[in-house]
């Protein structure tokens, strides 16, 4: 049991650009989340799959952000067209179900400075 | 709709003295709770959860917390507080039968150790 490792760590780019977040969750768990945070803020929800569905997205999560979870292992976060206020923290989580929220296992996150 | 309020956005404390980081939560149905702790450039890590049963809470590192359904509080203990305690906390919520059972977070209180 490695955890949950989340590719890159730090990521900077220039507003505009398009970018894309990698998370590998704990082996064997079936359930995925992804969280952003900002400065001074806690953790915010923006989507969650169980094994390769998507099956529910936060009104945080506007038309530029798709996520996917092709074959139920790893995800990727992509924001396209990225803008200074996408500047945070991405999280990502995972568990097994039943035990949903009661044992979640978060990674390092994935740090985005749009310039 | 739930959300949570943490009090104190920063608190002090010197080595060995005790500690108190306060929580609150509204929601009009039955909740659990969760208290994580993040430390610089790592991900979040589970302190303590109350899912249901006794009201006072054990966790990690010797931290402990009461859940006051009275006071829709679940305020954070420790008795004696360390240099590595120094980290950023948060209070969290989730429904249980809630569709994703997502977590709902506070805005997280800074704890500094001084020594």
């Known amino acids: 049991d490695t955890g949950v490792s989340q590719n890159p760590r730090h990521k900077i780019t220039k507003r505009g650009q398009n970018v894309t977040f990698r998370c590998d969750p704990i082996s064997e768990h079936n359930r995925l989340y992804w969280y952003r945070q900002t400065l001074g803020q806690g953790p915010e929800f923006l989507t969650y799959f169980q094994n390769e569905a998507q099956l529910e997205k936060s009104r945080l999560l506007s038309d530029r952000f798709s996520a996917e979870r092709p074959k139920g292992s790893f995800s990727t976060l992509e924001i396209q067209r990225t803008e200074q206020g996408d500047s945070a923290m991405y999280l990502c989580?995972?568990?097994?179900?039943?035990?949903?929220?009661?044992?979640?296992?978060f990674g390092s996150g994935t740090q985005l400075s749009v310039l | 709709a739930q959300s949570v309020t943490q009090l104190d956005s920063q608190v002090p404390v010197f080595e060995e003295a005790p500690v108190e980081l306060r929580c609150n939560y509204s929601?009009?149905?039955?909740?659990?709770l969760f208290w994580y702790v993040q430390y610089p450039n790592q991900g979040l890590q589970l302190l303590l959860k109350y899912l249901s049963g006794s009201t006072l809470v054990k966790g990690i590192n010797g931290f402990e917390a009461e859940f006051n359904k009275s006071q829709t509080s679940f305020h954070l203990r420790k008795p004696s507080v360390h240099i590595s305690d120094t980290a950023e906390y948060f209070c969290a919520v989730s429904h249980p039968s809630g569709s994703a059972r997502q977590l709902t977070f506070g805005s997280g209180t800074q704890l500094t150790v001084l020594p």
């Open positions: 989580a995972s568990s097994l179900v039943p035990e949903t929220v009661e044992k979640l296992f």
């Open positions: 929601s009009s149905v039955s909740v659990y």
